[in-house]
């Protein structure tokens, strides 16, 4: 077996191994959310709630609310876009500065996804993090042996099969 060398150095790749993290759950959630026939890019979610509670945003405002970059919403937007989950809204004036509404087959995939979907994943991942304890490095691990146990898509998928309590 090849060594874990980000693993190995401890504090100096935090940052990489929070993301390797993060990408991995977010890849997890998206296998998921894709077996209940929901096929939607991976961390957009946040976009797509902003949109659905504020309103029409430009992307701008967007990324500022997101506390990401205005080319990585673009990005998003676009593929949004082209899966029919948002729209620009037609207004007069600046175009740069157009907003983006999330459409009526968006509203209804969300909804799926809270309703139906969120609280499964949800509650896999506070179940994997219960037994989280001591330093960061250690939790780190903890999680990561968990998702190698068992991924966060097939934890989901066990907690909707329970079915009943989303708390």
Not at 47 to 62: A, I, K, N, Y
Not at 86 to 97: H, K, L, P, S, Y
Request: proline share 6%; net charge neutral; with cysteine.
């Amino acid at each position: 077996m090849i060594r874990d060398v980000t693993r190995e150095l401890g504090y100096l790749p935090l940052g990489s191994r929070l993301k390797r993290i993060g990408e991995r759950m977010q890849a997890e959630t998206a296998r998921f959310m894709q077996q209940a026939g929901i096929d939607v890019p991976q961390g957009v979610w946040p976009l797509l709630v902003t949109l659905d509670q504020e309103g029409p945003l430009t992307v701008g405002s967007l990324a500022s609310a997101l506390g990401v970059s205005q080319p990585g919403v673009t990005r998003s937007i676009r593929q949004l876009e082209a899966a029919g989950i948002v729209e620009a809204v037609r207004e007069d004036g600046d175009q740069r500065r157009k907003p983006v509404a999330i459409t009526k087959k968006g509203a209804a995939v969300l909804a799926k996804a809270q309703n139906d979907l969120w609280p499964h994943v949800e509650n896999a991942v506070r179940e994997m993090c219960l037994p989280l304890d001591g330093p960061i490095l250690r939790q780190l691990d903890r999680i990561e042996e968990e998702l190698d146990r068992l991924p966060l898509d097939r934890r989901a998928a066990e907690k909707k099969e329970q079915g009943g309590d989303h708390g």
